[in-house]
């Protein structure tokens, strides 16, 4: 008659430590788990790189600047205007190919988008001043006005620059400041010194914020 009543006490006790004491979860499982703070991080990094130019080369700054000086210690050794001209043209191409070069190896090596969006702003904003200060340069030499070429250069380019590297990492909008406020001193001091200004400019301010990129933004 009493016999069934003690089965009945076990299996409701057994009931209750099966809800009161859940499994634990399995060690494995929780190492697998994703991390929240890794995932904001990634989201973070990756908004960062969409929207700015992080491929520019601290690197190739500075082998920019090298040659810049390379060019002016040559310029300064020309006998007519013309070929002190001629002198920093070369420069300044091979700067171009130097700047394509040396930001096309850092977005390779680093896997960073050469071509994308913030790349297109930084070259519209870089663009309009360097297309302006080359027809400016065909312009003054012509008319005899060669002392005027030094400050255009500094000046334009630091505008470009400044516009283009607001799409870019923020010491690079800093660089273009310098170059414009270099360029207005070009344009206080004596023409003599001229050659020794796009030295200090192209050639000083290159390897300075070049080597504070590639020391900050990984070359």
């Known amino acids: 008659m009493f016999g069934p009543r003690p089965h009945r006490m ?20 929780l190492d697998a788990a994703p991390n929240p703070a890794d995932d904001l991080r990634f989201i973070r990094d990756t908004m960062e790189r ?26 300064v050794r020309q006998v007519s205007s013309f070929a002190w001209l001629r002198v920093w043209l070369a420069e300044g191409l091979v700067a171009i190919a130097i700047g ?38 065909f312009f003054l030499f012509r008319a005899g006005m060669q002392p005027a070429l030094p400050a255009t250069w500094l000046l334009l380019y630091g505008a470009g620059i400044m516009t283009g590297g607001a799409f870019s990492v923020a010491i690079v ?23 020794w200004f796009l030295a200090a400019g192209f050639g000083g301010l290159h390897i300075v914020f070049g080597f504070l990129i590639a020391r900050r933004h990984g070359g």
């Open 100 to 137: 394509l070069l040396s930001c096309t190896w850092k977005a390779n090596r680093r896997g960073l988008p050469l071509f994308s969006g913030p790349a297109r702003k930084v070259a519209l904003g870089l663009a309009p001043p360097i297309v302006a200060g080359a027809f400016l340069t």
């Open 173 to 195: 909008p800093v660089m273009g400041l310098c170059f414009m406020l270099l360029g207005g001193l070009t344009v206080l001091a004596p023409a003599s010194w001229e050659n």
């Open 50 to 75: 969409s929207a700015a130019f992080t491929a520019v080369s601290g690197v190739g700054y500075m082998i920019m600047g090298a040659t810049a000086l390379a060019a002016a210690w040559l310029a």
């Open 10 to 29: 076990r299996r409701f006790r057994r009931s209750i430590e099966d809800v009161s004491a859940p499994p634990l979860p399995d060690r494995t499982a």
